[in-house]
């Protein structure tokens, strides 16, 4: 008995691994987990009873989060555009755009993904939709199956990273961070990887370009009647909305100067990237708008399509993202703005209809319900931890590590790897996430840093060959058996695991690059953050003391606010400054009365009451 009380938290840890592996569903393994370690904890004299009354307070708490409430706001915006259908045009309309390039058709799909990332921010749906929509053609056009595989799964966990990431809001919430803050934080690192993705596109089709051949002529449908691309007027406006953008993110000091009232010196980075790129697309949409309406041809078929159908989305997101990060909304407020304006695109594209809607709540209702009954798991488990010292072993644990905050990184990392072939990002994130904070924290990491940095390594939960969520999702929907393409009305082959597999290993590789990226460069997180204001509480103090200094002349000022009557002063020997003085004694006054205090430059009423009460009582 006395090994497993000094080893109580260890042993706690290893029942959990042993309820997983049992196969019971995560949220109750945690939950009995936690309750059965803590009556035998209770029993055994670790700690007392009256531990587990805190259990009821810290439900309530979950309850009460109101940053979780926007998991459901931001999941109901992703469905419902998903399903009204943006995520086909816009996988039709960008591989047109791309299409006579080699490799076009991946990089839409990566483009496409990046879209659905910041829109739907759930993987499910993101590859899902990719896959039944896009596979075909990439199929159908010759792409090699394991490319094709691997660049519309990759794609679609994009949804990990990119703002507004649900992923993001639970590590925000589990490190006691700023949704905002982990938001801007992980802005230009998912762009980054999805630059990484680009690149190695870039790169088989310079190398390999079997492999990514471009779309045939015939293919191409959006054409002008004289036989055009209509990429001129394209180009155009998009040269036009990148000029304005560029003039804004120039600006953005004088904008905000404008905007509040009161000079604004520094704009971080990515609020500069949200307005500008929100203001550009915003002036494209005027134009096309313009065009149609007064039937001025300015615009290409292509062009008009790719406005209409690119900016509508584009603007949602940044104007959920910029509210954000300019401050103007909370993360939940901006979820449900994001949820209203999909419900308006879906209405004036007419594609609104109560089935949808019910199938978006239901969706959303299950996601959210699975996170909260992790969460409330994942505290009962957390609170017996906690009680009987969990995190103090496993702060002894990991900063025994060789190598410092360095070696602590690449051991966490590490770790969080090989538990993402077993575990998804919700449980990671609810499990281990809370025992390394703290260490993270004592070592001096900078918890949004942290949070960006393990948020990257969990993306690979869903990419590990062969338990990869991402896999198992386009798995559903990749043909399994031969099939007659409906357009070309030739037999294709079928999709293997195999080839889902292999296709899916240099995506990994290039997210632990990433990895390796961040923790050799952490400003690429934390230069976008906004600057922390040091508070200096001497000067503070100071300040207060000054400001309570009687003028020359003047009586002083009674703290408590009644007027102090007018006193004479006395200098007392030796004292740093005069202190008020009783009034003058007869000459027969004991000389046992207490000398009055020097004057320090504090009150202090209770050692002054304390003092009060040991001066003996006089003799008449």
């Known amino acids: 008995m006395e090994f497993i009380v000094a080893n109580f938290a260890p042993i706690m840890f290893a029942g959990l691994i042993c309820f997983l592996l049992l196969g019971f569903p995560v949220a109750f393994s945690l939950g009995a987990c936690g309750l059965f370690f803590g009556l035998v904890g209770i029993e055994l004299g670790v700690f007392q009873a009256s531990v587990m009354a805190w259990l009821p307070q810290r439900l309530i708490g979950i309850m009460a989060n109101d940053t979780l409430l926007a998991v459901p706001f931001f999941t109901l915006m992703g469905l419902i555009l998903e399903r009204s259908g943006m995520a086909e045009d816009l996988l039709d309309t960008v591989g047109q755009v791309f299409g006579p390039m080699r ?28 896959g039944l929509i896009s596979l075909p053609i990439m199929l159908r056009y010759g792409y090699d199956r394991r490319l094709a595989s691997g660049v519309i799964a990759a794609s679609g966990t994009l949804a990990q990273i990119i703002p507004p990431s649900l992923v993001l809001i639970i590590m925000a919430d ?43 002529p015939e293919a191409r449908t959006f054409r002008e009647p004289n036989g055009g691309g209509g990429y001129a007027s394209l180009v155009g406006i998009t040269a036009l909305s990148a000029v304005v953008a560029v003039f804004l993110a120039r600006n953005m000091e004088t904008v905000h100067t404008w905007f509040q009232g009161e000079p604004v010196t520094f704009v971080a980075t990515d609020e500069k990237v949200v307005v500008a790129m929100c203001g550009g697309v915003f002036v494209a949409l005027v134009i096309a708008l313009i065009n149609k309406g007064l039937k001025l041809n300015l615009l290409s078929r292509l062009a008009e399509r790719v406005t209409f159908v690119l900016i509508p989305p584009l603007l949602l997101i940044f104007l959920v993202l910029g509210t954000i990060f300019l401050g103007v909304a909370t993360p939940t407020e901006g979820g449900a703005m994001g949820a209203m304006g999909a419900l308006i695109m879906a209405w004036v594209r007419r594609r609104m209809s109560f089935s949808l809607l019910k199938q978006a709540l239901g969706s959303t209702t299950r996601l959210s319900s699975f996170v909260m ?55 990671l994130s609810f499990i281990v996430v809370p025992l390394l904070a703290p260490v993270a ?43 007659v393409d409906r357009v070309t009305q030739k037999v294709m082959e079928p999709v293997t695991t195999m080839q889902i597999y292999k296709g899916a290993i240099p995506f990994v590789l290039i997210q632990l690059t990433m990895v390796g990226v961040l923790i050799a460069f952490p400003q690429i997180v934390t230069g976008s953050l906004d600057k922390e204001v040091k508070v200096n509480l001497d000067d503070i103090g100071a300040q207060m ?41 007869p000459a027969a006054a004991p000389s046992s009365a207490p000398e009055p205090a020097a004057e320090t430059g504090e009150s202090d009423p209770m050692k002054a009451m304390q003092d009060a009460l040991k001066t003996p009582p006089q003799k008449p």
């Open 441 to 483: 924290h004592k070592m001096g990491i900078d918890l949004i840093w942290f949070g960006v940095l393990l948020a990257v390594n969990m993306q690979t939960s869903f990419m590990h060959p062969p338990f990869g969520f991402a896999l198992f999702f386009l798995r559903s929907v990749a043909p399994e058996k031969q099939y």
């Open 103 to 130: 490799g076009g058709l991946a990089l839409a799909v990566i483009f496409v993904g990046a879209l659905l990332a910041a829109t739907t921010g759930v993987v499910a749906a993101s590859v899902i939709s990719m």
């Open 174 to 216: 589990q490190l006691g961070k700023s949704v905002g803050d982990m938001y801007k934080g992980a802005f230009l690192p998912g762009f980054m990887l999805m630059g990484m993705y680009v690149l190695y596109v870039v790169f088989l089709a310079i190398f390999k370009p079997a492999q990514v051949p471009a779309l045939p």
């Open 373 to 427: 009954f992790i969460l409330i798991g994942a505290t009962v488990f957390s609170l017996v931890f906690q009680a009987a010292d969990g995190p103090i072993w496993v702060e002894h644990l990991l900063t025994s590590l060789p190598g410092g905050p360095v070696g602590f990184l690449i051991a966490v990392n590490v770790l969080i790897f090989f538990l993402a072939f077993f575990l998804d990002y919700f449980e």
């Open 545 to 585: 003391r000054d400001s309570l200094k009687p003028e020359e002349g003047q009586p002083a000022a009674d703290p408590y606010g009644g007027a102090e009557e007018s006193e004479p002063k006395v200098e007392v020997p030796g004292a740093e400054g005069a202190a008020p003085a009783a009034p003058a004694a």
